[in-house]
């Protein structure tokens, strides 16, 4: 059983390991269920319930393996325990290691921000690449509220499905549609939007908007970073090209979104 414990908790630690390294480069969820987004094989849901599971059985698994070896554990940890404290110089290293990167993951000082800011990157380009979906959990609504929502017409909406195989129930959401046809949502909706003129959506928060640089944000939505600028100084705005857009927000007393609907209406005026 010491064999047993020892191996699976290996093979588990490995397997957390890439799942986490897997999710950390996904995309975020909007995007990845919007775009259907695999990697080697597994959706993000797959991925993220992978981790999951594997991480919380790879305690137990650690609790198993501790009970068996707890005689030698114990007598280990006595000895270290010993000599660190007769060992001064060592503990106070070590405390200073463990301190320096919990302060710096908590403030994103360099390098570890570094980590956040390539998290967010990843993010960025995965959004680039994909678009994003025309208001949040698109996927989960059906056809016909689908197309209610952006303006679309129903019965048009369903011969350009019905036009390219496609078939549906009344209630059926786009993605369950999608993963019978092996396609996207994306997919389906280029389909449904062929000849119909869509309907501008309001932004929805939680879209990670605020999160992102001015720059960034204007990459995503297709602005001009320039005339962006120069309209939100005659505003009397003040921000950065580099700045979160939640802290230009915060900074001119004003709500993010409130702020990303008069940079997005200006420029489509």
């Not at 000082?109 to 990157?121: A, E, H, M, Q, T």
């Not at 320039?226 to 309209?231: A, E, T």
């Not at 700045?243 to 709500?255: S, V």
Request: net charge neutral; proline share 4%; hydrophobic share 40%.
């Amino acid at each position: 059983m010491k064999k047993i414990t020892s191996l699976t908790l290996a093979w588990m630690f490995l397997v957390s390991s890439v799942s986490g390294l897997m999710l950390f480069a996904a995309p975020p969820g909007r995007i990845a269920y919007w775009a259907d987004w695999s990697l080697l094989g597994l959706t993000k849901t797959e991925w993220g319930a992978l981790h999951i599971v594997v991480t919380l059985l790879m305690l137990l698994v650690a609790g198993l393996h501790l009970y068996y070896n707890w005689k030698p554990f114990t007598s280990y940890m006595k000895e270290k325990v010993t000599k660190a404290f007769h060992a001064t110089k060592e503990l106070v290293i070590s405390l200073l290691i463990v301190s320096i990167v919990s302060i710096g993951a908590v403030t994103q000082l360099p390098p570890f921000g570094w980590i956040v800011d390539l998290s967010d990157y990843l993010s960025e380009e995965w959004e680039v690449s994909y678009g994003t979906p025309p208001y949040n959990h698109a996927e989960l609504d059906s056809v016909s509220r689908f197309s209610q929502k952006l303006g679309f017409d129903l019965s048009q909406a369903s011969k350009n499905l019905e036009k390219n195989g496609v078939t549906f129930s009344d209630n059926e959401p786009l993605l369950d549609i999608a993963h019978r046809y092996h396609t996207s949502p994306q997919h389906l909706y280029r389909i449904i939007k062929e000849g119909g003129e869509e309907r501008e959506v309001p932004l929805h928060s939680g879209s990670g908007m605020g999160q992102k640089t001015l720059k960034q944000l204007c990459e995503v939505q297709g602005l001009d970073l320039k005339n962006v600028l120069q309209r939100l100084e005659k505003q009397g705005i003040k921000a950065e090209e580099n700045e979160q857009f939640k802290e230009i927000a915060a900074r001119n007393g004003m709500n993010p979104m409130d702020l990303l609907e008069i940079v997005v209406s200006k420029e489509k005026r």
